[in-house]
Nanobody
Framework: QVQLVESGGGLVQPGGSLRLSCAAS????????MGWYRQAPGKQRELVAD???????NYADSVKGRFAVSRDNAKNLVWLQMNSLKPEDTAVYYC???????????WGQGTQVTVSS
């Protein structure tokens, strides 16, 4: 079992920045990939960015050059630095953990990010 707790969401003006954090606990040594997904009202959940234990990253085209995902394996933390935020980035952001074994992913409870003037 893995537990994920996100923090750092909120309201920000267009062009602003936010940093999301996710703390993992439980069977952390089984985690391979950690990432961030988001879901806007009326839309499907989509990948924003993820990072492997070795540090390889993957980004959605819509956030490349604006968002950066990072990870501290020793502290079991993953972050999402979001810069140049746009109204279309408004969504609930979820932390995700994928294990080395073929088991269902783990999810955090989500944190709301609202970009509005």
């Amino acid at each position: 079992q893995v537990q994920l707790v996100e923090s750092g969401g909120g309201l920000v003006q267009p062009g602003g920045s936010l940093r999301l954090s996710c703390a993992a606990s439980g069977n952390i040594f089984s985690i391979n990939v950690m990432g961030w997904y988001r879901q806007a009202p009326g839309k499907q959940r989509e990948l924003v960015a993820d990072i492997t234990r070795l540090g390889d990253t993957n980004y959605a085209d819509s956030v490349k050059g604006r968002f950066a995902v990072s990870r501290d394996n020793a502290k079991n933390l993953v972050w999402l630095q979001m810069n140049s935020l746009k109204p279309e980035d408004t969504a609930v952001y979820y932390c995700n953990a994928r294990l080395y074994t073929p088991t269902p992913d783990y999810w955090g409870q989500g944190t709301q990010v609202t970009v509005s003037s």
